[in-house]
């Protein structure tokens, strides 16, 4: 009784016209369907039309292309999602809403890992490791006890970062100076032997008075789930005197800023 009470309640709220026409709250329907709210200004609290809400999105049964689903779930996929006759894609997905705000903003220690960068020789490499994170997606970016930021989430990334190294020792002379070189490693290495991706780097030097220097990176990131990212900074020039010693700024910290473009 209760099937024939929906399907006298369905009747009388769509209309239905020649050429396959079918109208909600709607006299003069202008396409296959066409849906009208009784009020533009004052809609009712039940006015719209509900998706079919699924909670696991089949890929084995054959289906039709163009099925339109809502997937009902706790996590970042829940969303609308069509078949494509081959798999789900996201058609207004939280996933695809917020792929352009998925950033990782990372901050370093004030501090190089091995200890102040000194003495009178060329190359004297250092690490920089982060200290703390900020991001609106939690469940994939961590810091690890070794002072890497991880990435969880496997895609393209773009990235944009700031090494900020300071002299700390009051010893500025005009005829000389420093160059320092800083490069982005995942995994240990340089980015570019990863993925095919290129390097992460970026060059400058200490200029006549001026105690700070700052080396900006910029480019694009392949990553694969848990690829672990870390700051290397290198003096690649310097004059042979006076030497002076250099660490992380600690009024400018170093930082990564890492935004999501896309899975692989």
């Known amino acids: ?27 003069t329907p202008s396409v296959t369907m066409d849906i ?11 006015e719209g039309v509900i998706i079919p809400r699924v909670t696991n999105l089949n890929v084995t049964d054959p289906k039709e292309v163009g099925l339109w689903v809502f997937y009902e ?25 917020s792929a352009d705000l998925t950033i990782a903003h990372a901050y370093c220690k004030n501090i190089f890992k091995e200890g102040d960068m000194s003495g009178n020789t060329a190359t004297n490499l250092r ?3 982060f200290d703390g994170l900020e991001t609106n997606d939690v469940a994939n970016f961590e810091i690890n006890t070794d ?26 002379n005009a005829n000389k100076r420093d160059g320092i070189e800083a490069k982005l490693y995942v995994n240990g290495a340089n980015a570019s032997l990863i993925n ?16 700070t220097v700052v080396v900006f990176l910029s480019g694009a ?16 020039y310097r004059d042979s005197e006076p030497f ?6 600690p009024s400018a910290l170093s930082n990564l800023t890492l935004k999501y473009l896309g899975p692989q």
């Open 147 to 172: 002072g890497e930021l991880v990435v969880k989430k496997a895609g393209k990334y773009h990235v944009y970062g700031v090494v900020n190294v300071r002299n700390v020792s009051n010893v500025v």
């Open 73 to 97: 779930t706790s996590n970042i996929d829940r969303g609308f999602y069509w078949w494509d006759g081959v798999t789900w894609q996201p058609f207004i997905s939280i996933t695809q809403i």
């Open 196 to 211: 095919g991706n290129l390097n992460i780097e970026g060059a400058n030097s200490f200029p006549t008075g001026n105690n």
């Open 1 to 27: 009784m209760k099937h024939y009470i929906c399907i006298i309640f369905l009747l009388f709220s769509l209309r239905f016209f020649a050429q396959g026409t079918v109208g909600g709250n709607e006299l």
């Open 36 to 46: 009208s709210t009784k009020d533009v200004d004052n809609p009712g609290f039940s």
């Open 221 to 236: 990131l392949t990553l694969n789930t848990n690829d672990r990212l870390l700051y290397k900074v290198d003096r690649y």
């Open 127 to 129: 690490t920089i490791e």
């Open 244 to 249: 002076i010693v250099i660490r992380p700024d």
